[in-house]
């Protein structure tokens, strides 16, 4: 086969191209935690498609099931309309997932991506409460489009919307100021009738930031902000669209914090195989939507349906979740290890599960942490507001061999840019 000419994407790609610019090669086969590029080079793959890819690449259990049901003619598109795929999912989640965890939640399929999911769930909250600013924190993130980014802190991200972004107020997050309660601080201005801030239809949050910087809210931080919530009748939505489906541990982010959200959203790694698929969930006594209120051409996406259902029998044995467990307490052992032994590095450990990773001096040397890896055989990308923060999201069903050797690639990169810095 011949090879790629890199210059049709340097050419006729947009310069809003992202990833490829961190990983310059082209890639053409994956499978679990391995990626091949065209040169046959291989690849540790602990970016999982900014969390998409939780159970890793074509997951054999779901290309089988997937492919079954294409050469049998399944249904592809359906919008909203009623079909096996769809009810074999609805039942399996209701099932597998809400009931053990004593959850009641209608769902809804928005459309395929996580800022869809978003977007209806601060719909929905404005519409039950009759409010219209929303509460979100410091240093979160929640999806592009103009709803999303109005609750999304990063400013460069927001100036991409080109026009104001109204109805939302910042409040901080769990430790953005060390010495002061965060939440004191909210709930003052809650109380305060001069204080200028409108009592908000929701909150939105995330129990442990991704794109922010790896900021992981300590669980009774959460179980606060939910009481502040009922206290006032604020509708509590947790952004669960990269912390979940594992990637912390549990299969929602925010089962250990011990606090019921009323309104979920879900996507990523929600369709188990990299489909496009997000869900809102959220109380039943909040579905006050008619009929078509809402809605989105590719809200039936069937062959996510299927890959969806079959990754849900993971979450059948707790065996899997016990397996999960021991590879974060592996890898956090390992980061903290990392610190210690190199503290040139400067580094801080962040994260919770295998949502995890370190944050450096600066995005300048956790860049060139990053870089050292990929040359090596490893993806991992940075996070943070100056991308400070290398991180670690490796297949949640990694097996122990593969995690370590990936570690390894991570100590030597490391070991590389401490002992050995790059100079420009």
């Known amino acids: 086969m011949s090879k790629t000419n890199m210059e049709i994407f340097e050419t006729l790609e947009s310069e809003v191209r992202s990833y490829c610019r961190d990983f310059p090669t082209v890639f053409t086969k994956a499978k679990e935690h391995k990626l091949w590029d065209e040169n046959g080079k291989e690849y540790i793959d602990f970016f999982s498609g900014a969390g998409a890819l939780?159970?890793?690449?074509?997951?054999?259990?779901?290309?089988?099931k997937l492919i079954e049901y294409i050469m049998d003619d399944g249904i592809t598109h359906s919008l909203?309309?009623?079909?096996?795929?769809?009810?074999?999912?609805?039942?399996?989640?209701?099932?597998?997932?809400?009931?053990?965890?004593?959850?009641?939640?209608?769902?809804?399929?928005?459309?395929?991506?996580?800022?869809?999911?978003?977007?209806?769930?601060?719909?929905l909250a404005r519409k039950v409460t009759g409010?219209?600013?929303?509460?979100?924190?410091?240093?979160?993130?929640?999806?592009?489009?103009?709803?999303?980014?109005?609750?999304?802190?990063?400013?460069?991200?927001?100036?991409?919307?080109?026009v104001p972004l109204?109805?939302?107020?910042?409040?901080?997050?769990?430790?953005?100021?060390?010495?002061?309660?965060?939440?004191d601080y909210l709930e003052r201005y809650l109380e305060d009738d001069g204080s200028g801030v409108d009592l908000p239809a929701a909150m939105i949050v995330e129990t442990v930031?991704?794109?922010?910087?790896?900021?992981?809210?300590?669980?009774?931080?959460?179980?606060?902000?939910?009481?502040?919530?009922?206290?006032?009748?604020?509708?509590?939505?947790?952004d669960d669209i990269q912390a979940g489906i594992g990637r912390t541990g549990t299969f929602f982010s925010f089962e250990k914090a011990g606090i019921k959200p009323d309104i979920v959203c879900l996507s990523k790694s929600?369709?188990?195989y990299g489909l496009p698929f997000a869900v809102a969930l959220f109380r039943p006594e909040l579905d006050v939507w008619s009929p078509g209120e809402h809605n989105g051409t590719f809200r039936g996406n069937n062959h996510a349906f299927v890959t969806a259902s079959a990754a849900l029998d993971y979450w059948k044995d707790e065996k899997f979740e016990e397996s999960i467990e021991q590879k974060s307490e592996l890898t956090l052992t390992f980061l903290n290890e990392i610190v210690e032994k190199y503290p040139e590095l400067n580094g801080k450990v962040k994260g919770r599960g295998l949502m995890v990773g370190i944050e450096c001096e600066n995005g300048e040397v956790a860049d060139q942490v990053t870089s050292e890896a990929f040359?090596?055989?490893?993806?991992?990308?940075?996070?943070?507001?100056?991308g400070e923060v290398f991180k670690l999201f490796p297949a949640v069903n990694i097996d122990d061999a593969a995690l370590k050797a990936g570690l390894e690639i991570i100590e030597e990169s490391v070991r590389a840019v401490v002992k050995e810095p790059v100079t420009n």
């Open 270 to 272: 929600l369709s188990g």
């Open 209 to 238: 930031q991704g794109e922010g910087g790896i900021n992981a809210a300590r669980f009774d931080w959460l179980k606060r902000v939910e009481e502040i919530c009922h206290r006032f009748n604020i509708l509590l939505i947790v």
């Open 54 to 64: 939780n159970y890793g690449h074509n997951d054999q259990k779901m290309k089988e």
């Open 80 to 123: 909203d309309k009623a079909t096996s795929a769809k009810a074999e999912f609805i039942e399996k989640f209701n099932e597998v997932i809400l009931k053990p965890r004593d959850l009641d939640y209608k769902m809804m399929f928005p459309g395929p991506t996580g800022t869809n999911a978003v977007e209806s769930a601060l719909k």
């Open 166 to 183: 109204n109805h939302t107020v910042t409040m901080p997050y769990d430790q953005f100021v060390d010495e002061k309660d965060s939440l």
């Open 131 to 162: 409010r219209t600013d929303i509460i979100s924190f410091t240093r979160g993130f929640h999806g592009m489009t103009i709803g999303s980014l109005s609750v999304t802190g990063n400013a460069s991200k927001r100036k991409g919307a080109g």
């Open 375 to 386: 040359e090596r055989g490893l993806i991992m990308e940075t996070a943070g507001m100056d």
